[in-house]
């Protein structure tokens, strides 16, 4: 925590110290930094055509990794040197220190324009991840700031081939069910499941989508705000699911430590017949197997008559520069980019989820099965509160715990609310 805001305050003097000026740039181009280096090839090839139909050059910058992409970024602002177009590759609070400085262009009225048509054409959850709405916790004027290019989502990956080996027809939409094929696949040897547990956000992914489906989104909010306590039987039952996967053997060797890399690895090369996963995974998927035969669902509902919901929203996406004298410019190309037919050919060129809802519908079958959930996702960055870093830390831990069963349910959830209510004391003084 302390170098979290140790870092927040170096941004700070970072975007307000320097005041040195933008130099001039051409009025018929416009540059664009990023960090994705699967897209680079597909982006240049989208420029060329973009400035053989407007005769406006698009200059694309690429800075990898995403680490010293971020730090070229603060050192642009910092020198008030930032490109017309770029990504900001950090939590919302940073992105809002941008916005206050004014690094970043508020695009809600081109967004509305014509009765909405730019933002209804796009996945509303992925406009969502870069909205400020009405008393946002970072006192932003409320607003869209972002465009998103592509989406993503996890959920439950399946191995056609496995399941068949195990006599299991389809993919199980109960949690009954899914402990069920789990017994199955091991009476074939075969390993069930496996993602990246090894990795806090996929543990804090799975289990609060678990949550939202055994409780509800209010009651996981009133968690957060310490009206409800992790020793509640909502709680408990959510952290049952995890003692429930061990005790029945669900788990792939090592997923405790296991980092997602390696697990994508592992279900690409048949080591498991299931896999929580995200839609990025297609592409990574393709590259180690591409025979692999596998389709997408939700994760198997403990409670069947509430959804299943599903994290996702914008995977990545462009701020523009307001400080940039070509940002009308910036504007309208963008909207280009997030067009269908240009959003289909990112999708068939790089194998990620368009942000366009139209594109959606011409992408290949497994992308399509990811998208068909982008209405029914989630995701902390849209959430109107999020719980304590230090609560999350330790409730991952304890699920951890929960499953190589060094914890029971209810011995997890007691000292996750011990710390809790530490955090809350905290708060008061």
């Known amino acids: 925590m302390k170098r979290l805001l140790a870092r927040f305050c170096i941004i700070g003097l970072v975007l307000t110290v320097f005041g040195c000026g933008e130099p001039k740039k051409p009025a018929n181009e416009i540059s664009v930094w990023h960090w994705m280096t699967d897209r680079e090839e597909a982006l240049a090839t989208l420029a060329r055509k973009y400035e ?33 177009v770029y990504g900001i590759l950090d939590k919302k609070g940073i992105m809002a220190a941008f916005i206050k400085e004014g690094y970043v262009a508020d695009l809600t009225a081109d967004f509305q324009a014509d009765a909405g048509a730019w933002e209804n054409s796009l996945y509303a959850k992925a406009i969502d991840n870069n909205r400020f709405v009405e008393g946002n916790a970072n006192s932003v004027k409320p607003g869209i700031y972002g465009v998103p290019i592509d989406v993503s989502n996890m959920q439950m990956v399946y191995n056609r081939a496995l399941l068949k080996k195990a006599g299991i027809v389809k993919p199980p939409a109960t949690f009954e069910d899914f402990l069920s094929a789990v017994q199955a696949l091991k009476r074939v040897g075969i390993a069930p499941f496996v993602t990246g547990f090894g990795e806090r956000w996929i543990v804090d992914c799975f289990a609060s989508n678990y949550a939202f489906n055994i409780m509800g989104e209010e009651k996981v909010m009133a968690t957060f705000r310490g009206d409800v306590p992790y020793t509640d039987q909502d709680w408990i039952t959510v952290f049952t699911v995890f003692q429930r996967l061990a005790d029945n053997g669900a788990f792939i060797e090592g997923i405790v430590t296991k980092g997602n890399k390696y697990a994508e690895q592992d279900f690409a090369l048949e080591r498991a017949a299931f896999s929580f996963d995200g839609s990025w995974g297609v592409n990574i998927y393709k590259t180690m197997n591409d025979k692999l035969d596998y ?59 368009p942000a366009n809802r139209e594109a959606g519908t011409v992408v290949t079958k497994v992308l399509g099965d990811f998208a068909k959930a982008m209405e029914n996702s989630t995701h902390p960055s849209i959430w109107a509160l999020n719980e304590d870093p230090v609560v999350v830390e330790a409730f991952v831990k304890e699920i951890q715990a929960i499953m190589i069963g060094e914890k029971t349910p209810l011995q997890a959830a007691q000292e996750i609310q011990k710390v809790k209510a530490h955090q809350l004391e905290k708060t008061k003084h």
Do not use: C
């Open 295 to 353: 389709g997408v669902a939700p994760l198997p509902a403990v409670t069947p008559d509430r959804p299943m919901k599903v994290w996702g929203g914008a995977g990545s996406s462009f701020v523009v520069n307001d400080k940039s004298a070509n940002k009308a410019k910036a504007i309208a190309f963008l909207k280009w980019l997030t067009a269908k037919e240009q959003q289909a050919f990112l999708a068939e060129e790089t194998h990620n989820l």
């Open 52 to 84: 053989q139909t407007t005769g406006i050059k698009v200059k694309f910058a690429l800075f990898a990794p995403s680490d010293a992409y971020s730090q070229k970024i603060i050192a642009a602002a910092q020198a008030n040197v930032l490109p017309d």
